[in-house]
C-alpha cells in the first residue's frame, strides 16, 4: 500500500516544510513534493524542524509546475479553508481518507494538494483536482497552519488504515480481578467499618454498604490493586486500633483511681 | 456549551504556545491555562506564532502546580505519546471528543492535558486524569509536536460538535465531582497513611500514592461519595460514633482524676 504523496505548492517557510514532513513520519506517509519553494531547496532549516523525520526531505522531489508533481497521479485532492465557487465535490478530511482509501485500495497513486502560507491555491490548481478538502474551522478564526493542515490529513489517513477497534474500557475489563477478590475486600472494609461504628444507624447499614460497593466496583480494581487496597484498610484500621488502644490502656490505668460512687 | 479547557504542563517553547493558541482559534476553543511555563509568562513569541488568534495568549492563566490548573475540572484527559503502565481507559482522540461531550453536555467542565515538549506528562501528572488520550502515530516515528497534538484533539472536538455518536462513559459523567474535590480525598487518605506508616519503604511512596489516585479515580465518584468515603478514612483511621466517643468521654472524665506524676 502506498500511502498518498503531500505536495505543498509554492511553500514559504522552510520550517512548515520540516513541520510537514515531521508530521507526514508521524502517520505512515513518506513521499514529499514541492512545487516552487520560494526560498529554493534544500534548506537547513526544514531539516531543523523536522525532528529527526528526515527521509521526506531528503527523498523530497522539487517541481516548476505543479502539472509536472501531480503528472504520474491518479486522484489529487486539493486542501483549501474556504471552498470555491466550483463543481468539485468537497469532502471533509475524513471523508476524504475514505476516498483516497478507496483509490489506493485499487492500486492508484494518489496525492494531497496543499497551497502557500498566504494565498493557498489558485482556482487554476484547484482545477487540476478531483476533490476539495476542508478542515471546518470556526468561521471567527479560519486561518490554519500550513503543517497543521497537512498533519489533520495525514492524521485521518492514518485513522484509516489502523482501523483499530478499540473498546473504552478494554484495559480495564482485561485485568479485573474475579468478584470474589473483590467481594474480599469489600467484606474486609465493612467488617472494619462495623467496629469503627461507621454504620449508623443501624438500619441504613444496607444502603450504605450497596453505595460503597457501587463505587469501588466502578473502579474496575486488578488484583493487585484489591491488594493494596486491603492494606490500606488494614494500615488505616491499625492506627485507629492503637488510638485505641492508648486510650483504653489509659481508661485501664485510671479506672483504679475512680473515687467510690463514681459511674 | 464549553469546549474544553487545554492545559500545557510545564510547556518550553512560545512558539509552541502560540501555536496551540492558534489552532485552539480555529476550532473554536479559547481557555488556555499554563502550568510553570519554562521561560515565564507572557512572552511575545507565542504572541507572534499565533498568527492573531491573541485571545486564549491574552486570557491564558498561569499555574504553579497542575493540582490547580484543573481543580475546578470534573474530567481532565491526559494526551502521551505513549500509554504507560497504568490502568486508566485510553482513547483515541476520536473517542476522547466523544467522552468530552458526554461531559460538556451534562454541564461539566472538562479539560485536556499537554506534556512538555521534552518529557511529556511524568506519571503522578497522569494519575490526576481520569483517561489517556493516544494518537495513533507509526511506531518508526513518534515523536509528535506539541501543537500538533493539541490540533489533532480541538479538531475531533469541532468534529464531534455538529455530529456525534454517543459514548458509553455517560453514566459516570452525570454526577462526578470535581477535581478539587477528588484531590481532597486522596490528600486526606494520603495523610492517614503517612501516620499509619504505610508508605513503606519511603522510595515508593511516590508509585505507591500514583496507583491509589489511578484507582480511585477511576471510580468517578459524585461528591456525596466523595464525602462517604471522607467519612469512611475517618471512621477506619480514628473510629466514629459511640465506640470512641465512648471511650473519650470515659477519658476526659476520668483525666481530672489522674494522680500526681501520673503519666
Redesign the interface.
Known amino acids: 500500500m502506498r500511502p498518498p504523496v503531500i505536495i505543498l505548492n509554492e511553500p514559504q517557510l522552510a520550517e512548515n516544510i520540516g ?1 510537514a514532513a ?2 507526514m ?4 506517509l513518506s513521499e514529499l513534493r514541492l512545487v516552487r519553494p520560494r526560498d529554493g531547496w534544500p534548506q537547513d532549516r526544514a531539516w531543523a524542524s523536522a ?3 528526515n527521509w521526506p526531505l531528503d527523498e523530497a522531489r522539487v517541481f516548476d509546475r505543479l502539472e509536472a508533481a501531480v503528472a504520474d497521479l491518479t486522484l489529487v485532492l486539493a486542501t483549501t479553508a474556504r471552498p470555491r465557487e466550483t463543481q468539485l465535490p468537497v469532502w ?1 478530511p ?1 471523508e476524504a481518507a475514505d476516498v483516497l482509501h478507496d483509490a489506493v485500495g485499487q492500486d492508484k497513486a494518489v496525492g494531497l494538494l496543499f497551497g502557500g502560507e498566504r494565498a493557498g491555491l489558485e482556482t487554476a490548481d484547484i482545477a487540476l483536482c478531483h476533490g476539495i478538502v476542508t ?4 468561521e ?6 500550513l ?2 493542515a497537512v ?2 490529513n495525514c ?1 485521518e489517513w ?2 484509516g488504515v ?1 482501523d ?1 477497534p ?1 473498546a ?2 478494554a ?2 475489563i482485561a ?1 479485573r480481578a474475579p468478584l470474589e477478590v473483590q467481594v474480599g475486600l469489600y467484606e474486609q ?1 465493612e467488617a ?2 462495623d ?4 454504620f ?1 444507624p443501624p438500619e441504613k447499614r444496607p444502603s ?1 454498604v450497596r ?2 460497593r457501587v ?2 466496583g ?5 488484583e493487585q ?1 484489591v491488594a ?2 486491603r ?3 488494614t ?6 486500633g492503637r ?2 488502644e492508648k ?2 490502656r ?2 485501664r ?3 483504679g ?3 467510690e460512687g463514681g ?1
Chains 1, 2 share one sequence.
Not at 513520519?25 to 505512515?28: E, I, P
Not at 471567527?140 to 497552519?145: K, M, P, Y
Not at 494500615?235 to 485507629?240: E, F, H
Open positions: 513541520a515531521r508530521v513520519a508521524n502517520f505512515g525532528s529527526g523525520a471533509t475524513r478542515v471546518p474551522v470556526d471567527r478564526f479560519r486561518s490554519l497552519n503543517a497543521q498533519a489533520l492524521y492514518r485513522m489502523s483499530r478499540r473504552a474500557f484495559h480495564n485485568e472494609l472494619e467499618l467496629k469503627a461504628g461507621f449508623h450504605m453505595n460503597l463505587a469501588l466502578r473502579a474496575a480494581m486488578t490493586e493494596t487496597f492494606g490500606v484498610i494500615a488505616l484500621s491499625r492506627g485507629r488510638v485505641l486510650l483504653a489509659k481508661a490505668e485510671l479506672d483511681l475512680k473515687p459511674e
